[in-house]
């Protein structure tokens, strides 16, 4: 079963404009932490934010914030004022215990945003 | 800014030929985890690695793979015999701890084409 879930394979933008990309997971665990990775052209990952499950306050670092949503299972990357540097592939990913107690994260199929000048 | 490190960058081999992908994780981290990438396709969890032991790894992992630390900074993967299904972008990550916030740190990726 998906655990992770990206609906929107392909996302076109004007620069400058916020854009949302949709995240939704699914987990029985009461603690998890959940991620956002941008991977651009060159290939490497780059960490964007994390949000714990059990954070009050959606998370936000810089342009990038985080619209968690727990009872709807979302988690949700809001970029604001968008740059023509943001276009890239973007990965939702969850942290998850495995059956042994350890720890893994589990990817979505990833959407991959364009900016438009 | 301390940074995990791969080398190469990229790597072609004939298949049936043994490769070892290197990593040198950041200095105080604890926790090596090694994932996959095939091209197109979503990153996939291979293995976790503490305390010079295997932790977790997934059903990808199998025996023609395998995972060591050498010395006290490389981390490395080793592919015994490839396939050409073994041809992907492989990811090594660090994290210092383990728990809710155990940001894993990417390394930039070793791509891997077995011809």
């Known amino acids: ?117 | 800014e301390p940074e995990v490190t791969q080398t190469p960058s990229h790597q072609v081999t004939q298949m049936g030929q043994e490769v070892i992908l290197r990593c040198v994780p950041i200095s105080n981290h604890l926790y090596f985890y090694w994932y996959r990438q095939i091209l197109g396709q979503k990153v996939e969890f291979l293995v976790s690695f503490y305390n010079n032991e295997i932790s977790e790894k997934s059903e990808i992992f199998d025996d023609q793979f395998s995972v060591e630390r050498p010395d006290g900074s490389n981390f490395t993967l080793k592919i015994r015999s490839t396939k050409l299904e073994d041809s992907a972008m492989y990811f090594c990550a660090s994290s210092e701890v383990r728990g809710p916030r155990d940001e894993q740190y990417f390394g930039p990726g070793t791509r891997l084409t077995v011809t």
């Open chain 1, 1 to 117: 079963a998906q655990k992770i879930t990206q609906t929107q394979p392909g996302m076109f933008v004007q620069e400058k404009e916020a854009v949302t990309l949709d995240c939704t997971y699914d987990t029985s665990d009461q603690s998890y932490g959940l991620f956002w990775y941008k991977q651009p052209s060159s290939g490497e990952m780059i960490f964007l934010i994390y949000q714990g499950s059990y954070d009050e306050q959606n998370a936000t670092e810089g342009r990038y914030s985080l619209n968690f949503q727990k009872a709807r299972k979302s988690a949700n990357l809001v970029i604001s004022a968008s740059q023509l540097g943001d276009s890239a592939m973007y990965f939702c990913a969850m942290r998850e215990l495995t059956n042994f107690g350890n720890e893994k994260l589990t990817f979505g199929t990833g959407t991959r945003l364009t900016i438009i000048p």
